[in-house]
């Protein structure tokens, strides 16, 4: 089976090819535009622009993804249909319409969340199994997700942000910051320089990590950032060092709360294993000390992060998920983007 996924929810365009033979997958191209450095100037995404530019960029990536892949017969096509930005969303979603019209071929319309974590079981397809019950956490510009997987394609939301998701609090603090977008790279970073003496105690709160629940808030980590830039002289919030150390502690103060929230979750429900996914886990750090804190609280859980390169918004989760969900495919008329998806 080789099946297509298209990727159009914020402001990448991803098209790519996964043949699938006997449960033995082959990535055969996967094909990311970044619109980052278009919206960096703007500190953030601006939907109207990233949709003109998926419009532009469709016909343009899906035809380098075909010629990598050096193949003709496409089985089936994949196409994300939210959570996301509405606009950019309709972009993929007409585009896959079209493709599937004119080949004639069955199209599947995938959860972005859901295909964040799917990414993971690339590598598991014959050992499924033994993964369930799952606890999954998504990280992302936009989201803060903790969900139960209790078998493929059943799922139970537990805890999710209040406010703002993560990425979106690294995103702002980096703008306040002066380190441009998006944020949590650039965090990330200047949180890796050393510093011998931490000459600001700068200590921020851990929102919401004792409460008897699993959700996020990560809004009031923004504010507190903010009431302490404004409490410091001009010259020292604006030095290296200031920086440095309110990156470290930004960084740490919301992994802190995501590993205690997801490990909470998973010795609640007796997980089998734990499953992140997003572009927030592409952070370093949070993938070490996640590791960390597995084999020495939970040794026996299997912990399943996916390669950096996967983590960020890409079409390969998109296709794999499509295969996934191969039987429910729906006609091109039944398909509509919807921006408020959930899981």
Not at 209 to 236: C, H, M, R
Request: include cysteine; glycine fraction near 6%.
């Amino acid at each position: 089976m080789l099946i297509l996924g298209i990727e159009t929810s914020c402001d990448d365009t991803g098209i790519s090819l996964l043949q699938v033979t006997s449960y033995k997958l082959q990535v055969l191209s996967n094909v990311v535009s970044s619109q980052v450095k278009l919206h960096a100037k703007y500190g953030g995404v601006y939907p109207f622009l990233a949709k003109r530019e998926h419009n532009k960029n469709l016909p343009i990536v899906c035809k380098k993804a075909l010629r990598q892949a050096r193949c003709k017969k496409i089985d089936l096509i994949g196409v994300t249909i939210g959570p996301g930005l509405e606009p950019c969303l309709w972009e993929g979603v007409n585009f896959a319409k079209n493709l599937a019209e004119k080949l004639k071929k069955p199209l599947v319309p995938v959860n972005h969340l859901e295909a964040h974590i799917l990414i993971n079981l690339k590598s598991q397809i014959s050992n499924l199994k033994s993964l369930f019950p799952a606890v999954c956490l998504v990280v992302s510009g936009g989201h803060t997700i903790l969900f139960l997987m209790k078998k493929n394609g059943k799922y139970r939301l537990i805890g999710e942000t209040r406010d703002d998701a993560a990425g979106e609090c690294f995103d702002k603090v980096a703008r306040l910051l002066g380190l441009g977008y998006p944020g949590g790279p650039a965090i990330a970073k200047l949180a890796n320089y050393e510093l011998s003496i931490t000459n600001y105690g700068i200590k921020l709160p851990r929102p919401m990590i004792y409460q008897k629940n699993f959700d996020f808030s990560f809004a009031g980590l923004k504010t507190a950032v903010l009431y302490d830039f404004k409490s410091k002289p001009k010259k020292e919030r604006n030095s290296k060092e200031y920086k440095i150390e309110m990156a470290k502690e930004i960084q740490q103060a919301i992994i802190d709360v995501l590993i205690f929230k997801t490990f909470k979750a998973a010795k609640e429900f007796r997980a089998k294993s734990i499953i992140l996914g997003g572009g927030v886990v592409a952070n370093e750090e949070l993938r070490k000390q996640f590791q960390e804190k597995i084999q020495k609280e939970l040794p026996n859980t299997k912990y399943l992060i996916p390669n950096p390169k996967y983590c960020t918004d890409n079409a390969l989760m998109v296709a794999l998920a499509a295969f996934f969900n191969r039987k429910k495919t729906k006609k091109p008329e039944e398909i509509k983007a919807e921006a408020n998806l959930k899981i």
